[in-house]
């Protein structure tokens, strides 16, 4: 994870970015996904179950529940969503933010009658997406879990998912072939990164100057694409930075 300092530097650029970037929610795509079923829209939806399964699938695990019945239940808990199971609660945007929704409608389907229904034999229905189940086990065994509630362990795995896609985006939006992004990674959170500034720019063969502008762009860049993942998951506009201090709490006490 990222240390407190550090984040500070993302947190400093993401308030300061453009109040007009959001879009399409993560509550409209699974509500379009349902009721209407589109390739395009079950394509977002894939994408959006993706993001949140491990999360989803880590808090299960912290609550006692042995790794193959997790994967059944958040499976079975993406396939309700699908299909708007109003046992999990409404899929309405007044419900707020997007993660404390997912946390709390699991916690509706665990309490059910799941744990009694559930020791039927596995594989009965359509997965609602497939998922690398031995990929998540030696994650969820290899992570540092001490003795946190699920409740944190869900949240830092969240927070990390959402970490994660925006740098797996800001892949595909930086553009400046002479300063190449695996170089300036070093310096996303961290104005000293591992290397110098100026020994990095003298590699390059490019301007310490240019160099240090280049990072700021680059930074401003992940703090627009961070902000914008975080758009997508609030039904207001207004609780973007809140959602953001959030995030980055969770980053830093985890770190």
Same mark, same amino acid.
């Given at each position: 994870?990222?240390?407190?300092?550090?984040?500070?530097?993302?947190?400093?650029?993401?308030?300061?970015?453009?109040?007009?970037?959001?879009?399409? &929610?993560?509550?409209?795509?699974?509500?379009?996904? $349902?009721?209407?079923?589109?390739?395009?829209?079950?394509? $977002?939806?894939?994408?959006?179950?993706?993001?949140?399964?491990?999360? @989803?699938?880590?808090?299960?695990?912290? &609550?006692?529940?042995?790794?193959? /019945?997790?994967?059944?239940?958040?499976?079975?808990?993406? !396939?309700?969503?699908?299909?708007? /199971?109003? %046992?999990?609660?409404?899929?309405?945007?007044?419900?707020?933010?997007?993660?404390?929704?997912?946390?709390?409608?699991?916690?509706? @389907?665990?309490? !059910?009658?799941?744990?009694?229904?559930?020791?039927?034999?596995?594989?009965?229905? %359509?997965?609602?997406?497939?998922?690398?189940?031995?990929?998540? @086990?030696?994650?969820?065994?290899?992570?540092?879990?001490?003795?946190?509630?699920?409740?944190?362990?869900? /949240?830092?795995?969240?927070?990390?998912?959402?970490?994660?896609?925006?740098?797996?985006?800001?892949?595909?939006?930086?553009?400046?072939?002479?300063?190449?992004?695996?170089?300036?990674?070093?310096?996303?959170?961290?104005?000293?990164? &591992?290397?110098?500034?100026?020994?990095?720019?003298?590699?390059?063969?490019?301007?310490?100057?240019?160099?240090?502008?280049?990072? +700021?762009?680059?930074?401003?860049?992940?703090?627009?694409?961070?902000?914008?993942?975080?758009?997508? %998951?609030?039904? /207001?506009?207004?609780?973007?930075?809140?959602?953001?201090? +959030?995030?980055? &709490?969770?980053?830093?006490?985890?770190?």
């Amino acid at each position: 994870m990222f240390p407190a300092p550090r984040l500070a530097l993302l947190h400093a650029l993401a308030v300061a970015s453009d109040p007009h970037l959001f879009h399409t &929610t993560h509550w409209s795509i699974i509500r379009k996904a $349902a009721d209407h079923g589109s390739p395009e829209s079950l394509h $977002a939806l894939e994408t959006l179950c993706r993001a949140y399964w491990y999360p @989803l699938y880590s808090y299960v695990r912290s &609550t006692g529940i042995r790794h193959e /019945d997790a994967c059944d239940l958040t499976q079975d808990f993406f !396939s309700r969503l699908l299909s708007n /199971d109003r %046992t999990l609660g409404s899929l309405a945007p007044e419900n707020g933010r997007f993660r404390s929704f997912l946390l709390v409608a699991i916690r509706r @389907l665990i309490a !059910s009658s799941w744990r009694r229904s559930y020791s039927q034999k596995r594989g009965g229905g %359509t997965p609602a997406i497939v998922i690398d189940e031995a990929d998540a @086990l030696a994650r969820f065994d290899a992570g540092h879990h001490d003795g946190n509630s699920p409740e944190v362990v869900y /949240d830092r795995n969240w927070a990390a998912s959402v970490m994660d896609r925006a740098l797996a985006r800001l892949a595909s939006h930086w553009h400046e072939k002479d300063k190449p992004l695996d170089l300036l990674r070093t310096y996303l959170t961290d104005a000293r990164g &591992t290397v110098p500034v100026a020994d990095m720019a003298a590699q390059l063969g490019v301007s310490t100057a240019s160099l240090k502008a280049s990072i +700021y762009r680059l930074r401003k860049l992940f703090a627009d694409l961070l902000r914008d993942e975080l758009a997508a %998951t609030v039904s /207001d506009p207004s609780e973007i930075d809140s959602e953001l201090r +959030y995030l980055l &709490t969770v980053l830093a006490e985890a770190g």
